[in-house]
Antibody, heavy 116, light 112 residues
Framework: QVQLVQSGAEVKKPGASVKISCKAF????????MHWVRQAPGQGLEWMGM????????SYPQKFQARVTLTRDSSTNTIYIDLSSLTSEDTAVYYC?????????WGQGTMVTVSS | EIVMTQTPLSSPVTPGQPASISCRSS???????????LSWLQQRPGQPPRLLIY???NRLSGVPDRFSGSGAGTDFTLKISRVEAEDVGVYYC?????????FGQGTKVEIK
């Protein structure tokens, strides 16, 4: 069964960093573009970046270019998002998603709470 | 940066009646490969988003045929022919101008 399983909830202090994992089952992360999307409480979806399956290169929207790093580990079929310099505005549910011409498989989401 | 604008933002619907959501992009979504990567997602309360429609009008396997997508260029529409109670949720369009992706603000569909 094709699925994406994410790591558990995180609580961080302002200024800290957080790293979330997304492990793929039933498909290879090196065969599809993989993305990260977040959703603040009561808000809409926000695209955070993607990893190219061919060479692991990344693309980010300008808003996140300075603070987001996407990586992958082919040996464990896992992708990661690292978000630095956290503020309360980063409190959100973070999702990974597989891209086969559209985001057809989503992780269950990881809640990140930033609070002092 | 591309902007995706959905209307309406809220849609109260009587069960069995149709619903329609519009999505307009600030620039053409036609990719250099000839495809238009415009998708529609449904998000039920407390759940991750679920893909319904991709490349404007293609229904994902398992999606009821009461959902349909249409449009071209910068203007797109999601239609639900007969709304059912299980269709309650927020619907998002999303588009790509490679390599960047953008979501619409979301349209809340609720039962009257």
């Amino acid at each position: 069964q094709v699925q994406l399983v994410q790591s558990g909830a995180e609580v961080k202090k302002p200024g800290a960093s957080v790293k979330i994992s997304c492990k793929a089952f039933g498909h290879s992360i090196t065969s599809n573009y993989m993305h990260w999307v977040r959703q603040a409480p009561g808000q809409g979806l926000e695209w955070m970046g993607m990893i190219d399956p061919r060479d692991g290169s990344t693309s980010y929207p300008q808003k996140f270019q300075a603070r987001v790093t996407l990586t992958r580990d082919s040996s464990t079929n896992t992708i990661y998002i690292d978000l630095s310099s956290l503020t309360s505005e980063d409190t959100a549910v973070y999702y990974c998603a597989r891209d086969r011409e559209a985001f057809d498989v989503w992780g269950q989401g990881t809640m990140v709470t930033v609070s002092s | 940066e591309i902007v995706m604008t959905q209307t309406p933002l809220s849609s109260p619907v009587t069960p069995g009646q149709p619903a329609s959501i519009s999505c307009r992009s600030s620039q053409s979504l036609v990719h250099s490969d000839g495809n238009t990567y415009l998708s529609w997602l449904q998000q039920r309360p407390g759940q991750p988003p679920r893909l319904l429609i991709y490349k404007i009008s293609n229904r994902l396997s398992g999606v009821p045929d009461r959902f349909s997508g249409s449009g071209a260029g910068t203007d797109f529409t999601l239609k639900i022919s007969r709304v059912e109670a299980e269709d309650v949720g927020v619907y998002y369009c999303m588009g790509a101008t490679q390599p960047l992706w953008t979501f619409g603000q979301g349209t809340k569909v609720e039962i009257k």
